[in-house]
């Protein structure tokens, strides 16, 4: 079964507004990472927080993680309609694991972003 | 500056048929990835490859081998296509754990199996 499960799968908001999506997983991890995909895209990475690390920023993004309760937040602040995409967290497992080095996706979370 | 480069873009196969996807990056990165992608499942991983000479099963292995024939190419092959196998294909490049861990994605191949 996958790594990373996210919710909601689907949020829609209007324009201005701010989007929390989260992530869960399930093994201990090395780092986690976020990606955009547009639709019928590529996926393209936004931001990456390591174990250690438990918040980050990046422009409007900001994104925590919580390794006790292997649970992961990102938030896009001020929201804008060429923000409708799909975002999908990704767990890279630590070493010593079964899946060292293998980059693992969550199912998703469609976002709307009304004008 | 291609990135990661896929062909091809689109293919129909017929239920038996065989065909290899192909994907080369020009980054240098040692780390490169085959994944599915299937409506309302994200993408899973179908095989990995840490390095040149190395290849590694993912979650949905099944039907499907890879050659790493270098470091730059990564193919994937369907030796005998299934309808279940009608998905969106995605290869990516990553340096390995510790060293950039970012992953590029190519853009796709759209695989249709009647």
């Known amino acids: 079964s996958q790594q990373g499960e996210e919710d909601p799968q689907a949020l829609s908001i209007q324009e201005g507004e701010n989007a929390t999506m989260n992530c869960s997983y399930k093994t201990s991890i090395n780092n986690l990472q976020w990606y955009r995909q547009n639709s019928g895209r590529g996926l393209v990475h936004l931001i990456l927080?390591?174990?250690?690390?438990r918040e980050k920023h990046s422009g409007r993004l900001r994104v925590t993680l919580d390794t006790s309760k292997k649970s992961s937040s990102l938030l896009i602040t001020a929201s804008r309609a060429a923000d409708t995409a799909s975002y999908f967290c990704a767990t890279r497992e630590g070493a010593g694991g079964t899946s060292y080095g293998k980059l693992t996706f969550g199912q998703g979370t469609i976002l709307t972003v009304h004008p | 500056n291609a990135g990661v480069t896929q062909t091809p873009k689109f293919q129909v196969l017929k239920t038996g048929q065989s065909m290899t996807l192909q994907c080369a990056q020009d980054?240098?990165?040692?780390?490169m990835y085959w994944y599915r992608q299937d409506p309302g499942m994200g993408l899973r991983l179908i095989y990995y490859s840490a390095s040149e000479g190395t290849t590694d099963k993912g979650e949905v292995p099944n039907g499907y081998n890879v050659s790493r024939l270098n470091k730059r190419e990564f193919s994937l092959r369907l030796e005998s296509a299934a309808p279940s196998q009608t998905s969106v294909y995605f290869c990516a490049s990553s340096d390995p754990p510790g060293r950039g861990e970012e992953a590029f994605f190519g853009q796709g191949t759209r695989l249709t199996v009647v």
């Open positions: 980054m240098n990165h040692n780390s």
């Open positions: 927080i390591r174990s250690n690390e």
